[in-house]
């Protein structure tokens, strides 16, 4: 730092020293206006302190002690609607789908919205070709495809 502040280009300095740009930017926004001693000093609290390991309760403790404000822990949510149980191993074929709905964004910043089933067994998709969806299907035109689709490959068991 103190090459190019004596007059030398900041990338004939990085050529020489072979440091990228980003890096001699850090160095001089965080040491910039220190003194060389003074760097050194914090390079070394950097050192000492780097294995010191502080909980998120004792941060929570010290804030509260020093009049600061602490957030609350965030509450769990609790499970709504009635679960189907716990999870199934796909056996053979139809015997376990999943699904799942992806979103997206067109280029011109509309939405785009999926919902793809898989045959857990065989990892087949259930959407052969022909299954067309059309912008604002709604539910029912994406049920009508998916009965029209497990029609054709055997309905989930």
Same mark, same amino acid.
């Given at each position: 730092?103190?090459? #190019?502040?004596?007059?030398?280009?900041?990338?004939?300095?990085?050529?020489e020293?072979n440091?990228?740009? #980003?890096?001699?930017?850090?160095?001089?926004?965080?040491?910039?206006?220190?003194?060389?001693?003074?760097a050194?000093r914090?390079?070394?609290?950097?050192?000492?302190? #780097?294995?010191?390991?502080?909980?998120?309760?004792q941060?929570?403790?010290?804030?509260?002690?020093?009049?600061?404000?602490?957030?609350?822990?965030?509450?769990?949510?609790?499970?709504?609607?009635?679960?189907?149980?716990?999870?199934?191993?796909?056996?053979?074929?139809?015997?376990? /789908?999943?699904?799942?709905?992806?979103?997206?964004?067109?280029?011109?910043?509309?939405?785009?919205?999926?919902m793809?089933?898989?045959?857990?067994?065989?990892?087949?998709?259930?959407?052969?070709?022909?299954?067309?969806?059309?912008?604002?299907?709604?539910?029912?035109?994406?049920?009508?495809?998916?009965?029209?689709? /497990?029609?054709?490959?055997?309905?989930?068991?």
């Amino acid at each position: 730092m103190r090459q #190019a502040d004596g007059g030398e280009t900041i990338d004939s300095v990085c050529r020489e020293h072979n440091i990228a740009l #980003a890096t001699f930017h850090r160095w001089k926004k965080k040491y910039g206006q220190m003194e060389i001693a003074d760097a050194k000093r914090l390079k070394e609290l950097e050192k000492e302190n #780097a294995d010191w390991t502080v909980s998120r309760k004792q941060v929570q403790r010290i804030r509260r002690k020093e009049g600061l404000k602490v957030r609350a822990k965030a509450q769990k949510m609790p499970r709504q609607g009635i679960s189907t149980g716990l999870p199934t191993q796909a056996r053979y074929r139809h015997h376990v /789908w999943s699904w799942d709905f992806i979103f997206d964004r067109t280029d011109t910043g509309g939405t785009l919205k999926m919902m793809t089933s898989l045959d857990e067994y065989s990892r087949q998709c259930n959407h052969p070709s022909g299954t067309e969806y059309h912008r604002g299907s709604g539910l029912n035109g994406v049920m009508a495809g998916d009965d029209h689709a /497990w029609h054709i490959r055997a309905y989930p068991q």
